[in-house]
């Protein structure tokens, strides 16, 4: 493992890792990572002006973005790729 040095910056290694449109699958990556002791945060895509003017506009999905370390992507991958492949299945079978 190489060694870090100190900066007098402030360093965000956090990446974009995944963006899920459902919240059980949110849930389920979320038990996966606890789990698995893999440190994330959630951020929700911001609803345009519209969406708050016409809330009831249907086809419209809740966003949100994990972001984790980015030297826990590789493992992280590994453990969620079941879900992952799972709700993208899902999301063809609902445009047909």
């Known amino acids: 493992?190489?060694?870090r040095s100190m900066t007098s910056r402030r360093?965000?290694?956090e990446v974009d890792f995944c963006k899920v449109y459902d919240m059980g699958?949110?849930?389920k990556i979320e038990k996966i990572l606890l789990a698995n002791r893999i440190s994330y945060c959630c951020?929700?895509?911001d609803k345009g002006i519209l969406n708050r003017i016409f809330p009831s506009r249907s086809g419209e999905k809740t966003v949100c973005i994990f972001r984790i370390h980015d030297e826990e992507v590789p493992r992280a991958r590994?453990?969620?790729?079941s879900i992952l492949g799972e709700?993208?299945?899902?999301?063809k079978e609902n445009k047909r």
């Open 1 to 3: 493992m190489e060694k």
């Open 11 to 13: 360093v965000n290694n």
């Open 25 to 27: 699958t949110k849930e």
């Open 43 to 45: 951020h929700f895509e």
């Open 78 to 81: 590994k453990l969620v790729s």
């Open 87 to 91: 709700s993208r299945k899902k999301r």
